[in-house]
């Protein structure tokens, strides 16, 4: 039997915890044999929602942790004081190689500085980007930087424009990923101060596909595969995605149940618009990953649901066979240096 | 008979030029019998088009322009150049107070320039910022700025915090309008360094309502009536959120013509739907101020029809009776210095 890829997944993180990353943990070992999941949190909790279901015992296993970090706790003291939460067990498997990879639901910000802090980040990485698949009108593109770490440098978005390519590449399976710069115009001479240093930078980078700059508008439209920005600038726009969308979608639904007659309406279109709106939902592809890492955090959404697990896990088993640390490590080795 | 506000409307301007501008200035006079209205373009071409209509002639004036700004030429260059353009010309008529506002649906780089280049700024404003109202839940909120000057410093945010409260105050009517700046969590010490130097000073500042910070996921949901930001940031959220917007009805539409049960559904629903999508756009509510000048500027849609051409005319009348700009050069003054 090929070696297993060894996913820690936080049982306790999230809105709904337990119940849907434990789900989504046996629907990814039903799903694909390759798979070893370590489910983190309070054994009696996760052993109580495993009784529900039949899965290979084999490739699953209880890591005891008693602690929770909430939403709402500072993250750097939160990670320093709950030695004992799922979060940091979870994150100190990674980095003692128990596992490759880490899934969580939990709060953002101790991923963020969880990751960075216990984990670490791989030599020559200036800063690990959390970089969400955001849903497009031909599929998703990635959006790199959403992280905590704002006021970014020129050679930093260098950085995160080519790991991001990499994993699209090899993890998204997108062949010569497009990779271009969220600006607020078209041309190149137009921009803030960052981003004209940054797009000759871009420009003259090889192992990219560069195509110039990006403009908001253009995001949904699917026009980049790798969206790159600064990550305040990157935070506005995965949360403003959020935001307009699920406002539009309620005012539709609004609509539609205003009239009896557009009530009759809504019966019969009900069906085809939730299929077409589900290919508009990011949480289909998986979670967002922090790059740069010795090895894979991978941050879903705080209300995800079990689907949105089982795929984070695929995309972990994507990340291990196609050896992206490795290119991402090759990528950062000044190729003259090569023996 | 009282005073009249006159209004210049550049009727080359914008991708239904001159139809639209002619026409939403004619809707305009014949609803408010405050309104003088000039129509700066080609003289035939204009003329050709009012043909159409009976309106009050004694009220609108035709001034003849013979070049169009096109939207891809460099706006500085553009506005030295031709100054015999709808824009040179109308802009030219505010300034020396021939007019008291202009609207144009042309080029958003060449009305930017021109407005602070021939209009010019009040003394003491340090910036003119470009405030569009963007659609939320609730109504409408003003996003401020959205302009062409990149990389702003904390008492520039201050400033157009202070201008947006009194735009939303006095021109729509909005009683004591709430005051948020854009950032990437809700805590006061998010946020990078423009942001966490800027929240001080804007809870000191005594004449504006300042609720602290807004992520940009509850833009939409209107939880602030003035959402202060700088311009690159601004110009992100305005864009994705047409290009969310647009891409997501796309979505919508498509999904609802994907199967004969749906078809039959969507003709159901769709006048309903019409309706409440209406109240999501906007253009029902003008164009987009360029606040701090020596009278008003505002610029519409490029796509901009009569509606919201009628709109931003009528947005003018409100500036002038309110005496907006008085307002702000009060604000401006050191009370200390008051007599």
Redesign the interface.
Known sequence: MAELVKVAVDAMGGDFAPAEPVKGAVEALQENEKIFVYLVGREEEIRRELRQYTYPEERLSVVPASEVIETGEPPVAAIQKKKDSSLVVGLTMVRRGEADAFVSSGSTGAVLVGGQAIVRKIKGVERAPLAPLIP??KGVSLLIDCG?N??ARPNHLVQFAAMGSIYMEYVMGVRKPTVAI?N?GAEEEK???L?KETFPLLRACKDIHFIGNI???????GKADVIVTE???G??????????????????K???L??L??K??????????????K??DASEYGGAPLLGLRGLVVKTHGSARAVEIRHSIQQCLQFREQALNEKIQQYLTDPSAEK
Chains 1, 2 share one sequence.
Do not use: C, W
């Not at 935070?235 to 005012?251: A, D, F, P």
């Open positions: 497009t009108e905590a704002v006021d969220v607020i921009g803030n101060a981003v403009e908001a508008r253009d995001i949904p439209k990550a305040f600038v935070n506005v726009i995965l949360k403003l995605y959020e935001g307009v969308g699920s406002v539009l979608i309620h005012k539709v609004e609509g539609m205003s009239s007659r557009s009759i309406g809504a019966l019969l279109v009900k069906p085809a618009l939730k299929q077409t709106l290919s508009f």
